[in-house]
């Protein structure tokens, strides 16, 4: 026997991949060991106590029932989430996933895939794309103004063009934080020939009167709205996202869905965490707090900044991001380089958290 499992780890290359595969890399931020992380978008406060507690009933309450599957269709989850929705919106409209990621790439596979096209409006969320690869759907990389606005004609506009399959907005916009006006859903709506996804993942940070797309279902069969647990619910760990559609988007997931694909204790784990939506919600408003002070003393330092309602903040405009990047990392402090040319973005964290940020850019400035 020749060779090492490291020397053939080198030769992957050599293996038959697909094609739109090659040459990607993986998608992941770093993880790094330092005081203050403020470069994946989590919510910087524990689960309230009560909260965990309340978990830890909940998984106590099926682990003698490991031997057996979870409820493959999730209906007491999808009926909870539908409840905290609102709208109206039942069970029958909800699906749940690890994360929305998965809800997403479950939607390509249903609507997507081989000779489909899916378009988004970038600078978007870079899983998109990759999502796309990943199902062998044709990624089109729309564009946004230079403020990183979208307004309802040039949306139109890009969707005439290309006569996508599937289109994807995001509102919030990550990495930019800006929120959609209902017209540009709507003009989108009217458009689109196939699927409109809207990725409210930050839907919950959004300044005082912003409108959800989920007021827009009712009457739109082929629009899905795509939220998660991950960020305002402090649910990272746990990977539950989720969709609210109409019932018939839902039967058409169930199609590509791996068999029982949310365990027992992610179930009983998020039921728990939806069930105490208040507490675990109690940080919202704090973290926008945050989120509003950072960008008011950026600007003051004379910063671009670009507006947010989610849980972030763009900023910039630097000549070498790289560098402003390296040079907070050196200080304790990791932000997020998102491949933007001269802007960072960063995380709205506690206030000890924003304090030590502050601190840290105004030494690099």
């Known amino acids: 026997m020749t ?4 020397e053939s ?19 992941g931020a770093p993880q790094l060991d330092v005081a203050v992380r403020l470069n994946t978008n989590e919510n910087s406060y524990p689960l309230p106590e009560p909260v965990a507690v309340a978990i830890e009933k909940a998984l106590t309450g099926v682990l003698r029932d490991l031997n057996r599957y979870p409820d493959r269709d999730a209906q007491a989850l999808r009926a909870d989430l539908a409840a905290y929705l609102g709208h109206g919106l039942t069970a029958a409209n909800v699906w749940a996933a690890n994360g ?8 390509l596979q249903a609507f997507g895939g081989p000779g489909r096209t899916a378009l988004g409006f970038t600078p978007s969320y870079s899983m998109h794309p990759l999502l796309c690869a990943g199902t062998g759907t044709e990624w089109i990389a729309g564009r946004r103004g230079k403020d990183f606005d979208l307004g309802p004609g040039e949306a139109v506009a890009q969707v005439r063009e290309h ?8 509102s919030p916009n990550n990495p930019t934080g800006t929120a959609l006006q209902p017209d540009v859903i709507e003009a989108v709506l009217n458009e689109a020939p196939g699927m409109v ?8 940070f959004a300044r005082e009167g912003t409108a959800s797309a989920l007021g827009s279902l009712a009457g739109h069969p ?3 709205v795509t939220r998660t647990m991950s960020k305002a619910f402090a649910f990272a760990g746990g990977r539950v996202g989720y969709l609210a559609a109409d019932p018939a ?8 869905r791996l068999p029982y694909h949310l365990s027992s204790l992610t179930q009983a784990a998020a039921r728990a965490a939806v069930g105490q939506a208040p507490a675990l919600l109690s940080t919202v408003d704090a973290i926008k707090r945050q989120r509003d002070r950072i960008v008011d003393e950026l600007r003051k330092d004379g910063l671009t900044v670009a507006d947010s309602d989610a849980n972030f903040v763009l900023f910039g405009r630097f000549d070498d991001q790289s560098a402003v990047w390296h040079a907070l990392l050196d200080r304790g402090v990791l932000v997020r380089d998102v491949g933007l040319a001269g802007w960072l973005r960063v995380t709205a964290g506690t206030p000890e958290e924003t304090d030590a940020f502050l601190r840290a850019i105004r030494e690099v400035l």
């Open 3 to 6: 060779g090492t499992v490291e």
């Open 9 to 27: 780890h080198t030769e992957a290359t050599s293996l038959p991949i697909r094609d739109e595969l090659k040459g990607l890399t993986p998608y």
């Open 100 to 107: 929305s990621n998965e809800i997403q790439q479950q939607l």
């Open 163 to 170: 006569r996508p399959d599937l289109v994807f907005l995001c």
């Open 197 to 204: 996804i809207v990725d409210e993942a930050y839907a919950e």
């Open 222 to 224: 082929r629009l899905v």
């Open 249 to 256: 988007v839902v039967d058409a997931v169930l199609l590509v």
